[in-house]
C-alpha cells in the first residue's frame, strides 16, 4: 500500500491552522473535481479522492494527533479508516460546499444548466458560484439545495428619549466576516445609516438583510437593530405618554403654583397648577370659586405634550404629571388654629 504524505496532499506546513487546511481543501477540491476536469478525468478522481483522505484526516484533532505520532498506519489501527473515494469524497465535498455543483440530472435542461454554470465556472476562474455563500442556488438545471441562512444577529441601538422625540439620523460602524469570491474568509467594515422616527418605541427592530456574519457554505446573516430606551432624568415612558414626577409644599399643593418643565424637544412648557386643575391663562373670578386639591399620588393630565405617535404624524400622547406633597415638619398653635378653620369651613 502507498504511503501518503497528507501535508503535502494539501500543500500546507505541518503547523498549518485548520482555517488553512480549510483553504486548502477548498482551492484544491474545487480544481480537481472529476467533472471539472473532463480531460484526464481518470487522473482528477485519483488526485480528488486523496485530497479528500487527507482533509479528512488533518481536519479531525484525533485523527491529526494520530497522523502526527504514528503516520498514516497509526490513523487506520486507531480507528475505522479515512473515507478515500466513492460516494464518501463526494459527501465531503457537499458537505462543505452545500452542494456538489457539478452534478445535475440527465436531462435535456440538466445538461443546459451544467453547460452554462461550466462556462461561467470557466469565465469567472472559478469564483462565479461563490457569490453569497457558495454554491446554493438552482442555476435552472435542478439538483443544488438552497444554502442555508443562519438566524438574524441582534444589537442593541441605544436610544436618548430626546432622540426618540424629535427623531434622528445614526450611523453605526459595523465590521463582520464574509467570505470572498476565492473561498477565502475575511473581515470588512461598512457605515450603516439608521433613520430613526419621531415616536418609535424600544424594541422597535431595523433590518439590514445580509449584513451579518458569514459563515462556510452559508448565506451572510441578517443584521437587526433593536432599539433601546436609555432612562431620563424627568421623564419616564408608558406608551405614548410621558410620566413626570412633581414634589410641592402643602402651601403649593392648597393655594397653587406654577410648574417649569423643560420638554424633549428644548421648549418651556409652564404648568399652572391651581388645586388640581390647569389653569394657565384663567383669571380669578372671586374668592368662591373651587378647585381640586392636589394631593399625594394625585394625578394632573396635560394633553397632547406626551410621544409622538409614530402612526398618526402630527398627533401625541399626553402629559401626566404625579405630585408628591412634602408637609410641614413644624406648626405654632396659632398656625394650627388658623388651617383648622379654613379647613373646617371648606369641608
Known sequence: MRSMDYYEILHVDRSATDDDIRRAYRRL?????????????????????????????????????????????????????????????????????????????????????????????????????????????????GGAAAAPQPPPVESKLACTLEELYVGVTKNMKISRNVVDASGRMKTESEILSIEVKPGWKKGTKI????????????????????????????????GNDLVAEARVTLADALGGTVLVLATLDGRELLVEVSGGGVVAGDE?????????????????????EGMPIAREPGSHGSLRIRFDVAFPERLTRRQRAQIKRILDAAG
Open 284 to 304: 380669578d373670578d372671586g374668592d368662591d370659586d373651587e378647585d381640586p386639591v392636589v394631593y399625594p399620588g394625585y394625578e394632573l393630565v396635560v394633553p397632547s
Open 207 to 238: 433590518t439590514f438583510p445580509g449584513k451579518g456574519n458569514q459563515q462556510w457554505s452559508q448565506l451572510p446573516a441578517d443584521l437587526v437593530f433593536v432599539v433601546d430606551e436609555k432612562p431620563h432624568d424627568v421623564y419616564c415612558r408608558d
Open 29 to 141: 477540491a474545487m480544481r480537481w473535481h472529476p467533472d471539472k476536469n473532463h480531460t484526464g478525468k481518470k487522473d482528477a478522481e485519483a488526485k480528488f479522492k486523496d485530497i479528500t483522505e487527507a482533509y479528512n484526516v488533518l481536519s479531525d484533532a484525533g485523527k491529526r494527533a494520530l497522523y502526527d505520532q504514528y503516520g498514516e498506519e497509526g490513523v487506520r489501527a486507531g480507528g475505522a479508516p479515512p473515507q478515500p473515494g466513492g460516494g464518501g469524497a463526494d459527501d465531503i465535498f457537499a458537505e462543505f460546499f452545500g452542494s456538489t455543483p457539478f452534478t445535475y440530472c440527465n436531462t435535456g435542461a440538466g445538461t443546459t444548466a451544467r453547460a452554462k454554470q461550466q462556462a461561467a465556472w470557466d469565465a469567472g476562474g472559478g469564483g462565479a458560484y461563490f457569490g453569497r455563500g457558495g454554491f446554493a442556488r438552482d442555476h435552472g438545471g
